[in-house]
């Protein structure tokens, strides 16, 4: 596919990304956040889960302080000082009620325009299986984003203090295999591989390679390959849903 990917809106001020695990938005669009803070944007991050699942050689109870420390250090480096956990827990996320209300009361508290997601469909776009917890987050994310600006839905968010927040404008999913548009990564690619090699105790359980040459390989490579369709410069691709 050749056609050139639209250039995300700008006219916003506040986002808030929105995952299953530690590392799912270094993987795809930390490049992204790097540029828009730098332009004097707020962007939180808010996680299901700990990722506490994600190291075979460690316990849960022993990774997840692990991991929210390295999650937390590497939002630091794009500019992301806002990063909360809803405790979910890893692997077995469900969607359903529970997690709609527990995102849709985070939109509530940040009054975010723009949400960030991850992929909510099946596949990568292929014979790549995505897993539960990223297909069951991301479609929430979308869902939570109405939910949010609908006082009857979830009544005991006002009743908490959470007044309906009906301002998202946008719901972005990164690694969408139907990208419609991009953002150039040029000045914040560099960060995003600092972002993604802070989680060095997950990435070298991962790879045998030198982890900064994986980061920098694998973020690059993704970043040149986009750029493909948005006129040669490096980019982080979304699939942008209107509101």
Sequence with gaps: MTEQLESMPVDWRRALAVVAHPDDLEYGCAAA????????????????????????TLEPERCAPLRER????????????????????????????????????????????????????????????????????GRAALDAA????????????????????DGVRWVAVAGSA????????????????RSLLAHRTYIEVLTDQDPEEY??????????TSGERFGGRPAVTFELFAR
């Design 33 to 56: 956040v790097a540029v828009w803070t730098d332009g004097g944007r707020e962007v939180g991050y808010l996680l299901a889960t700990r990722g506490e699942a994600g190291i075979d």
């Design 70 to 137: 390295e999650q937390r250090a590497s939002a630091a480096v794009v500019g992301v000082s806002r990063v909360e956990f809803l405790d979910h827990r890893d692997g077995v996320i469900e969607y359903g009620v529970e997690l709609r209300r527990d995102i849709a009361a985070a939109i509530r508290r940040y009054r975010p325009e723009l949400i960030v997601t991850l992929n909510h469909r099946d596949t990568w776009g292929g014979v790549a299986w995505n897993t539960p917890d990223h297909r069951a987050v």
């Design 146 to 165: 109405g939910d949010a600006g609908n006082r009857w839905i979830f009544p005991e968010l006002a009743e908490r203090g959470l007044e309906p927040w």
């Design 178 to 193: 139907t990208p419609t548009h991009a953002v150039d990564v040029t000045a914040g690619l560099e960060r995003s591989v």
């Design 215 to 224: 980061c920098r390989t694998f973020l690059a490579g993704n970043a040149e």
